[in-house]
């Protein structure tokens, strides 16, 4: 395993280069898919959704350390999510000082759907990859979000 202080090859660096110039365009892919599957819902605010579903919700101050985003910027997100009828705040009995953001009917429904528009489009170009490159960039990727603090 390369540890980072040794130099790497002329053929490391090159591939480097060309996963950096990919990961950019899978990025800027992903919010332009995002807002042709759903117009509602930008990149930002399907991981923010995504993120409430998984965690059966949580914290503004969660999700801000989580992102490692200023509380201000998570702030504007979630009201703009409460506003369109997203998420709503709950107090939970053991700890009034808290507010804990869940998912609407509506959040949840929106999240399903655009779940299912984005999965297809991804089924669409992985169509005719085989299973064995599918199985593995599948734990490439798993291990490089792992490797960033997923």
Request: hydrophobic share 40%; glycine share 6%.
């Amino acid at each position: 395993m390369h540890q980072g202080t040794e130099p790497r090859t002329a053929a490391a660096e090159t591939a480097l280069r060309v996963l950096y110039r990919e990961i950019t365009a899978l990025s800027r892919r992903a919010r332009s898919t995002a807002a042709r599957t759903h117009p509602e819902l930008s990149l930002v605010s399907f991981t923010l959704l995504s993120h409430l579903e998984d965690r059966g919700g949580c914290t503004a101050t969660d999700l801000a350390a989580h992102y490692a985003l200023d509380k201000s910027t998570v702030s504007r997100q979630v009201a703009a999510l409460e506003k369109a009828g997203f998420v709503e705040r709950r107090v939970p009995p053991e700890d009034h000082r808290v507010q804990v953001l869940q998912l609407t009917a509506k959040g949840t429904a929106v999240l399903g759907e655009a779940m299912r528009l984005r999965g297809a489009l991804i089924r669409e170009r992985l169509a005719d990859w085989p299973e064995e490159d599918l199985e593995r960039f599948a734990g490439y990727l798993v291990r490089y979000n792992d490797a960033v603090g997923g």
